[in-house]
């Protein structure tokens, strides 16, 4: 059976959720209280409802029992999200992901129930810092505390010579993993033997402080941000649905 999914809230972090996961699975609930923007998105999943997410009655007509991925984004408050988590850890939701601002946020979050807090506008800025003091560097992607990925041009010491020459792996603890162009998006599993020119960009894997020294950046001591992103096979392939829009409303 496929994996069932429910987006509740969508804020930017919902919808781009939503955007990626309809193309993989048509199992996916949404629920906003905002009609415009369940409209909008509603051709994307199976199931759509107008309600608030913080009526606990209209939740749990909504979410199956121990639905197996919940996505929380509520917007800022931090009340609502943590009323929303904890509603979905009483019905058993399986994988609760929240999104919220800060750490603190996150810590109060995993307490009532989030398996997984995502920090949008930190992850942007752990990709994007390494690339504005680094002019080498196309992209940066931090996987987990000890290991990035990252797009690097050949540093100039290195044109000319050969992988094995270069030996990256012992003398920068680097992993080169794929060489492509400069003007190119093909990345190719590389020779040995292959000469290093000016215009290839390297795809490699290592942490972050060896990484940017490969750069040539200045590194100083500091925390590594844990960049996470949602990835995986998330179910079969999707078929469109007709969209069921139901409009719950708090019984007085």
Avoid: W
Avoid at 94 to 114: F, K, S, T, Y
Wanted: proline share 3%; net charge neutral; glycine share 6%.
């Amino acid at each position: 059976m496929s994996k069932q999914y429910a987006i509740v809230g969508l804020g930017s972090f919902g919808v781009s959720v939503l955007e990626k996961l309809s193309e993989a699975t048509d199992q996916i609930i949404i629920v906003d209280k905002d009609k415009t923007i369940v409209e909008k998105y509603k051709d994307l999943a199976s199931k759509s409802y107008i309600a608030d997410a913080l009526s606990k009655q209209a939740l749990s007509r909504i979410i199956p029992e121990a639905i197996d991925v919940a996505i929380v984004d509520v917007g800022g408050h931090i009340e609502s999200a943590v009323i929303v988590t904890n509603a979905l850890k009483k019905l058993g939701a399986r994988q609760i992901i929240v999104r919220a601002d800060n750490e603190e946020h996150g810590e109060i979050l995993e307490m009532v129930g989030a398996t997984r807090i995502i920090y949008p506008a930190h992850e942007a800025a752990a990709k994007l810092v390494p690339m504005l003091v680094s002019s080498s560097l196309f992209s940066f992607m931090p996987i987990s505390p000890s290991l990035v990925l990252a797009e690097i041009r050949v540093p100039e010491q290195y044109v000319g010579k050969t992988l094995v020459e270069a030996n990256f792996r012992h003398a920068k603890s680097i992993n080169v993993v794929a060489i492509r162009k400069d003007d190119g998006d093909d990345y190719k599993y590389f020779d040995p033997t292959y000469r290093l020119l000016a215009i290839d960009v390297l795809l490699c894997a290592g942490t972050e402080k060896d990484v940017m020294a490969f750069t040539g950046a200045r590194v100083t001591a500091r925390k590594n941000v844990i960049g996470e992103m949602m990835r995986g096979i998330f179910g079969k392939p999707r078929t469109r649905n007709e969209t069921e829009e139901i409009q719950i409303k708090e019984e007085k």
